[in-house]
């Protein structure tokens, strides 16, 4: 291994973990891996007001538009047992300076820290035990308010106020029943505005906004189980109405875990249809790194030591923009060697990635060096020559077995740095780390955190237990809407495209359509697809937002075809006017489109004059261009009066 260059080494480690492209993955793949995956679906509930305080929800403010700044420093403490969480000294070893930026309109004291919590919203309580009873749980008794620690600054009190309202449910997925751990309810936390070297930002409009978050088992077999699951659950709280829709609004968190491997958080994925990619690679990374864990046990029978040096600039004058750069503002640079890690830091891990990734990840978040922040000795390409990596081996003492590490850093973080790059071999020996990712393009992910321990909840001294009333949830149980599985049927029955699916289900709109097919009886096929097609093109095509009142319109459109009598087909002639003069009548409408009542022996009267035109102009004698040109200036006068597969069929029997 030691003898290939990075790429074929690259390669060769790729092969050896047994990766194989999403696409060409079959169950027997995810089942020799031990593949599992568990979801944790947030959704933001929509209620006017906070959880725990009285601020307004789901109004945002611009980054830049705030009134005050707050800065915080987070330290870690002994819990009762006298021991440290692992995230808190993780996060305690970035010495981040944390900037909460503060709206008055959206930001009260108790968002910052300052003051005890108000009594829980009812109504945001309300909503999540309808939709727990929607999936099917049980609603527990009596509702008890815990802390979850938070440390990454993102919640100003280094806790979130969360409480389970229901337990133990199943949800219905094609060929399987995913079980339901617990859904509980939840304050959200702040938006990160930018983190750069020890100073993070965040706004604190959406602080406090009640969410639901519903945690599945790990049984996910598949990653397109685990898109489907993820579906249906974010489908059945939108089916309700009372949650959230839009950017942010949902989250998804995926667990991931192989046979050997342990259990990895994926964070924060915003697109459910990124999630296979994401656990299929997650799956293969863990695989590597279970190869790479075998590969350093051979090597390292004692514990793992660096050793490093600093390089004078003046000797190696390292032609790289990023270090000399770093030159200027006061760095040093930095040699690092690894014992016994040849062809381990171009070793596989990801598509397009390598071991040095899951280092120099780690240098960012952990040590503060902003990408790119190291260069080794194994990348291909390397801006250091090869006479110069020989002086730095020098320089450390390396021998053949060893690579190498080149990294810029001041003297503040340098301590930091050394100790994650030799933490993060010691933790390859061991195999997977328990961490919390990051997604990003292409379904590749980026290490963000040491995922938190397991006893990193306990009970809010400030809030005591709210008994649930078995009235009050007999109450909700009555009406509830309809289940998405019944949903799900209806659209099948009506043989909607499933590529409309999503659109109408994201917004809710199955009770509309059902409201428009009782009330005009035009077909739920051309209903469905009026929206999740039509409407959802003249969005894209023109940048805007479709909102509930766009919908409702569209409604009306429908019921005014109806009414005179039109054939439905015109709806989408005049849905694309609308679209461009909102506030322009039906009526109106109609008088534009240029259409006039006719029948279908007024409009056949025109085929003589018009089959004589298409001879004089036409280039070609085809039929079927003379019948398309045809209908092509009939449909002008027969749009909303006849069918138009009718006009075809009378005009190829005139013809003919």
Known sequence: MKNLDPVQNNELTKKNTGYIPRKKATQKTYDDLGFMSGLEIHQQLKTKKKLFCR??????????????????????????LGEYDGTALMEFKTKKEIIYRIKDETACTYDIDDTPPFPINRQ???????????????????????????????????????????????????????????????????????DVRHTRIYATDRLGMPLIETVTYPDMKHPDEVKEAAHYIRFLGRSTGKVRTGSGAARQDVNVSIEGGTRVEIKGVSSIAAIPELVHNEAFRQKALLLIKDILNERIKNRFKVNFKELNPNEFGIDYKPLQNSLKDGFK?????????????????????????????????????????????????????????????????????DAQIVIWTSDFDLKIAVETIEERIELAMNGVPNETRKSIQNGLTIFERVLPGADRMYPDTDSTPIPIIEKDVARLEKNLPVSISRRFKELTDWKIPIDSWPYLLRY??????????????????FIATTFAHQLKGLEGRNGGKNTISTFKKVKKLFEFVSEKKLHYEIIWDMLKFIYEHPKMDFDSVLIELDYSDSNMKKILSDVPVMRDIFTQIAKTKRKEAEIDWIIGELRKFAIGNIPMNDLRDEVVKTLS
């Open 124 to 194: 945001a309580l309300e909503y999540a035990i309808e939709i727990a009873l929607l999936t099917g749980l049980n609603i527990v008794g009596e509702f008890h308010i815990a802390r979850k620690q938070y440390l990454d600054g993102s919640i100003p009190t280094g806790f979130q106020r969360t409480g389970i309202v229901g337990i133990e449910g199943e949800i219905p997925l094609k060929n399987k029943k995913v079980r339901i751990i617990q859904m509980s309810i939840e304050e959200d936390s702040c938006r990160e505005v930018s």
């Open 508 to 525: 809710n709109l199955i009770p509309m359509i059902e409201d428009i097919i009782k009330r005009t009886n035009f077909p739920p096929k």
């Open 55 to 80: 601020c307004p929800a789901g109004i945002y403010q611009d980054f830049d538009d705030f009134d005050a700044e707050i800065v915080r420093h987070m330290r870690p403490t002994l819990s009762e």
């Open 333 to 401: 640079i930095i040699a690092i060697n690894l014992p016994h890690c040849s062809g381990i830091l171009s070793h596989f891990t990801q598509t397009g990635k390598n071991f040095s990734d899951e280092i120099t990840d780690r240098l960012k978040v952990i040590a503060c060096l902003e990408r790119p922040n190291m260069l080794h000795s194994e990348e291909e390409k390397s801006p250091i020559t090869e006479k110069q990596w020989t002086d730095i081996k020098k320089i450390l003492n390396a021998k053949n077995e």
